[in-house]
């Protein structure tokens, strides 16, 4: 978090990605003591509306997305939101269950992608989104009777 709030940021280049679980009972509270997001991150987590979007705010993206879990099924209770707040140097991802799209986003970071900028981060995890979707679509069709 010193990386964030240093005077030399700006002329370091890179991000930082913090992945957080809203199901520990701490960690949004963690969150509002250690990092600066906006008013709309933390609204939208309250937010009982679950659709898709994502909107400007100031110079941040906040982002409210659905996702599938591991077993999806396509039933509703399958379907989880996360959660974005996206900058020039920090994006945060928060999400109350494991989802499929942020797990291949992290397995790609591991194998070395190189994700240059805040931007690129989103931009890779929608397609994962996308990817994980088509794929989930795909199989449930071949099951279908018919």
């Known amino acids: 978090m010193q990386w964030l709030q240093s005077e030399v940021q700006g002329k370091t280049p890179g991000f930082v990605w913090l992945h957080i679980n809203l199901a520990h009972a701490s960690a949004e509270k963690w969150l509002r003591e250690h990092v600066t997001l906006s008013d709309q991150f933390y609204e939208s987590l309250r937010d009982g509306s679950r659709s898709t979007r994502v909107e400007l705010d100031d110079d941040m993206l906040v982002a409210v997305v659905n996702d599938v ?75 279908r009777p018919g």
Request: glycine share 4%; aromatic share 6%; proline share 4%.
């Open 69 to 143: 879990h591991y077993d999806f099924a396509f039933e509703p209770s399958e379907i989880s939101t996360l959660w974005l707040s996206v900058g020039p140097r920090l994006v945060v991802s928060a999400r109350l269950q494991p989802l499929r799209s942020i797990d291949r986003l992290r397995d790609a970071v591991r194998r070395g992608a190189r994700l240059k900028t805040s931007v690129e981060l989103l931009v890779h995890l929608m397609q994962d989104q996308g990817d994980v979707l088509v794929n989930r679509c795909s199989v449930t069709w071949r099951r």
